[in-house]
């Protein structure tokens, strides 16, 4: 368990990361979000001990990192997976970090599979892709067997098949009652491996709560229907909080009003609905209405972009 309270950064006069408290659980995935400069790395930096806190304490499993006398076997970090000696091959540089905690050498074998380097571990990790090197980062966060686990960008520069190895391998160690905290920018992934969220923006916390509540928050929830009738339609589920759209193909788009009622609407006037379909939220959408007000860095659109010419 990861424990955060009154966690304060500062450098000089910026405050990276601003008196902010949570907990990450053992038994689920939780996903940690926030645009560019919101304080992530900072906070994950703290929770290593790798730089100290202005304020306030962090803890995992119960204690300081730093008050652990065998810290690989309590948690398992990946936040830069080019710290690596770049003259070594896989297997010494996983070697070389077992013999400071006297884990023995079956276990590094046993990362090397799991991760899927075996046909390389004895290649110079100089000569590594990013996929390659991500992979060597999350055997030397495993290989204490430790109870919770730190992936920051862990799908970074993997391919199809190693995105989904890093999703099932996050939900696995959950499963084992294991604190799993994990960072992503890829929202469409996040949304299929955390149970929870924290985003954070400009040093606070500004959401901290299921997956489900989060995608429920900011975003607009509405159900598309095709029937043949769709300005009745329209009309007849107008009312207030309700409001409705039709595009120029017939589509009718309804907020504020649940399919069954919609179908009830419909059939009571004799209304045909061939397709009736309920929107999903979206991560990315529920993110960008948590930030929209958080980002320290905002893309501008250059003048001309989007029209078309002659």
Excluded at 10 to 38: C, E, M, Q, W
Excluded at 57 to 62: A, H, I, L, R, S
Excluded at 122 to 150: E, H, N, W, Y
Excluded at 217 to 225: I, L, M, Y
Aim: proline letters at 5%; aromatic letters at 4%.
């Amino acid at each position: 368990m990861i424990e955060a309270r009154n966690l304060t950064k500062s450098y000089g006069a910026k405050t990276a990361v601003d008196g902010i408290s949570f907990s990450v659980h053992p038994g689920r995935v939780t996903g940690f979000l926030g645009p560019n400069g919101a304080g992530k790395s900072t906070t994950m930096r703290m929770v290593l001990g790798l730089d100290a806190p202005t304020g306030g304490t962090v803890t995992v499993n119960g204690k300081p990192y730093a008050a652990h006398r065998s810290p690989l076997r309590e948690v398992g970090a990946l936040l830069d997976a080019k710290a690596v000696h770049t003259s070594r091959s896989a297997y010494s540089h996983l070697l070389a970090l077992a013999a400071t905690h006297g884990i023995p050498a079956g276990r590094v074998r046993d990362v090397i599979e799991m991760t899927g380097l075996g046909a390389v571990a004895k290649k110079r990790v100089g000569g590594f892709s990013l996929g390659m090197g991500q992979r060597l980062g999350i055997a030397a966060a495993l290989l204490g067997d430790p109870q919770t686990v730190i992936l920051d960008e862990p799908i970074n520069g993997l391919d199809p098949e190693g995105v989904l190895w890093v999703r099932h391998l996050a939900r696995r160690l959950a499963a084992e009652n294991r604190t799993v905290f994990l960072s992503s920018h890829l929202m469409s992934e996040m949304s299929q491996t955390a149970d929870h969220l924290i985003v954070i923006g400009r040093g606070r916390i500004i959401a901290d709560a299921p997956m489900k509540d989060v995608l429920e928050t900011g975003t607009k929830r509405c159900v598309h229907v095709r029937c043949d009738r769709p300005h009745d339609l329209a009309a007849l589920v107008a009312a207030e909080g309700v409001s409705v759209e039709i595009d120029p193909s017939g589509l009718v788009e309804v907020s504020g009003l649940d399919n069954l009622s919609i179908a009830r609407t419909a059939l009571a006037h004799q209304v045909l609905i061939y397709e009736l379909i309920p929107q999903k939220a979206s991560l990315e959408e529920a993110y960008m209405d948590l930030t929209k007000n958080e980002v320290e860095y905002r893309s501008a659109v250059p003048a001309g972009e989007g029209k078309r010419t002659s």
